[in-house]
Each structure stands twice: as C-alpha cells, then as structure tokens.
C-alpha cells in the first residue's frame, strides 16, 4: 500500500470546525449588505417628517448598543471560565478507575451535550430564583443575566468534558506504561505527563467553543436580557419602531459580532495547524 494513501495535508486539518468555516469574505457581504441597506433606508425615508435617518438614529444609540454588546462579552467570558472549571472535573471524572465516578459524570455530559441550547436557557431561567435568602435574614437579588451566564456555562461545559476525555484517551498508552514503571502514580501521571499534553491539544476545539458561546448569547434577550440585540430592539421601538430600521440594525448587529468572532477564528485554525503537525 503507498504512503500517499496517509499523507497529512495540513490545509484540511480542522476543516469540521466552526471556526474553519468562518471567512473573511462572509464578513465583506455583511458590510455591504450593512451599507446598501442604510442606502435603501435613506431612499426611503421622508424628508418632510423631520425624523433622523436609519444612519443617524443608529448613530444615536450606537453608545447603548455597544454597552449591550459589553454584557455578551462578560456574559461570554464569565461562562467559559465556569464552562472550562466545571467540564475539566467532569472530564477526569469520565477517565476515572471507578464506574460509580465514571457513570454519572458520563450521563451529565451527554445530558446536556445533546440538550438544545435553547430549552437549557428556559429550565434554568424559570427553576433558578429571582432572588435568595441569605442565612443572616439579607436577601440577594440574582440578576436575569446571571442566571443566562449559568444556562449558557452548561451545554460547554458537558463539551469541555468531552474535549479531556478525548484528549487524554489520545495520548498513546506507552506513556502510562512507562510512568507506571517509574513509579508514578496514576495521579502523579495525569498531573505532570499526561495533563500538560492534553492543554495543546485542547486549546483548538476549547477555542471553537468559545466562539459559539459568543455567538449564542444573544438568546438571553428572549428572556428579558438587555444585552446588544435587547438594546438594538429598544433602541428601534424609543426612535418610533419605523420598520426602515430594521434591517440595518440588525446587520450592524450581524457585523459587530463577526468582527468579534473572526479573528478568534483566525487564531484557532493557526492552533488547529500548528499543534495536529506537532502532534
């Protein structure tokens, strides 16, 4: 059999990821699509009304948008951080020796796995209360978009989970074999051999994930969340709901969050090639 047959070809390394998928002419068409709908938008407003353009009004509220678009970032980064605190447990959970630890740390993961995203949101924002009663007597109020950073932090979590487990399955057998002969023991392997192989590895996909979470915050404005695209309709509905500000709104929205995720996806498939070549 010829060697062509497995050959490496290192421009279609991570060709099924999100981010691979991602390019810079998607976000050409969303800027001209931006601009053409402020041009259409302009031909069609009425002079002698005395209202401002879609341009100008979108000029207005810009500030608030933009400070909407601040709670999808902290709303994205706050839930990776517990996403990638919670999955790692429940990764090494899965690898465990023990079929008591190793059960249901597989069930959780699947669970929310293959759970929509969308249904998480609601569970978790209807089961979770306004507010808690604190032991001393005080109550603290749990805002709507705590509860969303939760909702979202579950779904990456279970797919972390899967990352490590991956990861560390990956790892070739021989290294647990020669840590053993070592003396090692199965902690001592996992922490200072096998842990750090498994950090490169995941990186790629830990970054892919990232980028959809990103991308999937704007659902909390279904239920009340007043991040971007809550302050884009609120914005629209305060300049008198005039139905020529829609479509640019909403692309202007479309093109902040590509500016966003773009060079994150830029930076994960150098990763995806950098680090499977390596591998």
Not at 83 to 95: D, F, H, K, R
Not at 119 to 130: A, G, N, Q, T
Not at 145 to 163: D, G, H, Q, R, Y
Request: hydrophobic fraction near 55%; include cysteine; charge should be positive.
């Amino acid at each position: 059999m010829s060697g062509e047959a497995f050959r490496i070809d290192a421009r279609r390394l991570g060709e099924g990821s999100f981010c691979s998928r991602i390019h810079w002419r998607h976000g050409v068409w969303l800027g001209l699509a931006f601009f053409g709908s402020l041009a259409f938008a302009y031909a069609q407003s009425e002079p002698e009304r005395q209202v401002p353009s879609a341009i100008g009004t979108l000029i207005l509220w810009l500030p608030f948008i933009l400070k909407g678009f601040g709670l999808n970032l902290l709303m994205s980064f706050i839930a990776m951080a517990a996403a990638t605190i919670l999955g790692v447990g429940l990764g090494l959970l899965q690898v465990s020796r023990s079929a008591l630890l190793r059960a249901p740390a597989w069930f959780v993961t699947h669970l929310f796995r293959n759970s929509p995203w969308l249904v998480i949101l609601f569970m978790i924002m209807f089961l979770v209360p306004f507010e808690m009663r604190l032991p001393g007597g005080d109550t603290v109020r749990i805002p709507d978009w705590v509860k969303a950073t939760f909702a979202f932090s579950l779904p990456v979590m279970a797919n972390i989970s899967e990352i490590l487990r991956g990861a560390i399955n990956s790892i070739p057998k021989g290294q647990w074999d020669s840590a053993e002969s070592l003396a090692f023991t199965r902690g001592q392997t996992l922490r200072w051999i096998i842990l750090p192989q498994c950090v490169r590895r995941a990186i790629p996909p830990w970054m892919n994930w990232y980028a959809l979470l990103a991308l999937a915050t704007p659902m909390a404005s279904i239920l009340g969340v007043r991040e971007a695209v809550g302050n884009a309709q609120a914005a629209m509905e305060a300049a008198g709901a005039r139905p020529e500000l829609l479509i640019p709104f909403y692309l202007f929205l479309l093109c902040l969050f590509f500016a966003y995720i773009y060079p994150i996806a830029i930076w994960t498939r150098k990763l995806e090639r950098k680090y499977v070549v390596a591998n």
